[in-house]
């Protein structure tokens, strides 16, 4: 079985996937009387010509590492956003872009960290290394079907830093 080494979830090296949500830097701009900094529009959402955005809550059961990776699926209508509701390091799989996935990547979400997976992206299923595996998710809502799936074989084994 191959194995991959999950590294830490940077904005640079996510970028050919998605965007990392998160707090960094300055504030683009002081709210509230100047007690809340805004980091304004960190994520490029996108739900086609015949979705609406939806915000549901996710309840994943935790798992561990090594990590088995055996299903890759991604959403051609919309991009998936995903906000840890904990303040534990989460696992974030993805794949290169293709008709089928691509050579896999992994990478250590920390506490704080959310991501935005961009329309078409090959990702693995949702990954909290710890209780609560609570996630809200900000995703396309439509008639038209959102869900492509695809069984690894043989799978990989992801390992921590």
């Given amino acids: 079985m191959p194995t991959l080494t999950a ?9 050919p996937f998605g ?3 998160e707090v960094a830097g300055d504030p683009d701009k002081l ?11 960190r994520a490029q959402l996108d739900f086609g010509t015949k979705g609406r955005a939806g915000i549901s809550l996710f309840d994943a059961v935790p798992r561990h590492l090594p990590y088995t990776c055996d299903l ?16 534990n390091p989460w696992l974030v799989v993805v794949a290169e872009a293709g008709d089928t996935p691509g050579q896999l990547h992994a990478f250590l979400a920390q506490p704080g960290q959310c991501i935005n997976f961009h329309r078409g992206t090959w990702h693995g299923v949702l990954t909290p ?13 439509g008639d038209t079907s959102n869900l492509e799936e695809r069984r690894l074989d043989p799978p990989v084994t992801i390992e921590g830093p």
Avoid: K
Avoid at 7 to 15: I, K, S
Avoid at 31 to 41: K, V, Y
């Fill in 19 to 21: 965007d990392v949500i």
């Fill in 31 to 41: 709210i509230n009387a100047g007690m809340c900094g805004r980091f304004h529009d």
């Fill in 7 to 15: 590294r830490p979830l940077t904005a640079e090296a996510f970028a």
């Fill in 129 to 141: 290394l710890a209780a609560p595996g609570l996630f809200a998710v900000i995703d396309r809502i």
């Fill in 72 to 87: 890759i699926e991604r959403h051609p209508e919309g991009s998936q956003a995903f906000i840890p509701l904990h303040q």
